[in-house]
């Protein structure tokens, strides 16, 4: 895919979702704005051809728009505030991914389909949002490679431990953009719907 595909379909991407964003009910739209920020940077990166950028902001747009559904509930006025048993317990809270897609399928805001595309979204961003930690897991397989890499004499031969680069595709960036948008968008419009 070209650079300047990519950038285009971005921002035509950007348009789409302004237009889909803004004709949410406004105590949606205020509830979820953190998302919405972080995913026009997201799309902003993509734009700009920065795709490691791009896939750690939509991971981070993602993790907001679950987190902000499972903290927020709406007054009988409409306007969405932070639920106070929520409140009692941050920042102590841990509310794990994990936690927060399990909580987000089981009131029906994520079908099983799009959580495992959301997942997906995650651990692209997680490749440069974690870097210390995709280094070690990198190292610690090429270790267990020349572990098992035995010659019959009994002699470990060498196993070339490649520079560790980081990088995303332009595919993979414009992909999570995609999802994310999606998800962002159908949990917002069934955040309403919770009955706790």
């Not at 979820?32 to 950028?53: I, M, N, P, Q, W």
């Not at 499972?70 to 509310?95: C, Y």
């Amino acid at each position: 895919m070209e650079l300047h595909a990519v950038s285009a379909a971005a921002e035509e991407l950007r348009h789409k979702f302004v237009i889909e964003y803004e004709a949410l009910d406004e105590s949606i739209r205020m509830a979820f704005d953190d998302a919405r920020f972080a995913f026009l940077e997201a799309v902003g990166a993509c734009v700009d051809t920065r795709f490691l950028s791009s896939a750690v902001m939509s991971r981070t747009a993602l993790e907001a728009a679950l987190f902000l559904a499972r903290i927020s509930e709406k007054t009988s006025a409409g306007t969405p505030v932070i639920q106070g048993s929520v409140m009692r317990i941050l920042p102590d809270a841990q509310l794990p991914y994990w936690a927060l897609e399990k909580w987000a399928r089981k009131h029906h805001l994520l079908g099983k389909k799009l959580a495992i595309h959301c997942e997906k979204v995650r651990r692209i961003g997680n490749f440069a949002a974690h870097y210390a930690e995709q280094l070690a897991r990198n190292r610690a397989n090429f270790i267990a490679r020349a572990r098992q890499n035995v010659t019959p004499e009994g002699a470990k031969s060498h196993v070339e431990v490649g520079a560790y680069s980081m990088w995303v595709t332009a595919e993979d960036a414009y992909w999570s953009l995609n999802i994310t948008r999606h998800a962002i968008l159908s949990i917002a419009r069934a955040w309403t719907r919770i009955e706790d």
